[in-house]
């Protein structure tokens, strides 16, 4: 459930304000596919997750989504700046570090405990 949240939390991060997104789409339409792949990973595999038992490679697979995105973003830039961030912004990093702490304990847990 953790990992749907931050990956939902990291799309909303994303898309606030919402003519930030739309201006995305339109200059760079590539890094912000990337972006949103990279945050709806994770959410597709949370969904998955309730559906069925969860599996250790699911959580390899949020990883590689959470991970994409704090690599793509320079997530350690943004960490020292996080005050003057905006919202969405602030919401994205909590959502990257969130992320990727859960997809890292998810996948040190035995299949059986979930």
Known sequence: MLILGF???GI???AIPIDQLTAGF???LL???L???GFG???IVGLMAMSKQWQAWMGGLALVGFGFVAIKTKVWDAIS????SPIGGKLMLVAILGGVAVSIFSLTKREENW
């Open 31 to 33: 890094w912000t596919i």
């Open 41 to 43: 990973v994770p959410v």
């Open 35 to 37: 972006i949103l792949a």
């Open 26 to 28: 339109e200059h760079n």
């Open 12 to 14: 909303v991060g994303f």
């Open 7 to 9: 990956g939902v939390l």
């Open 81 to 84: 700046g996080i005050a003057e």
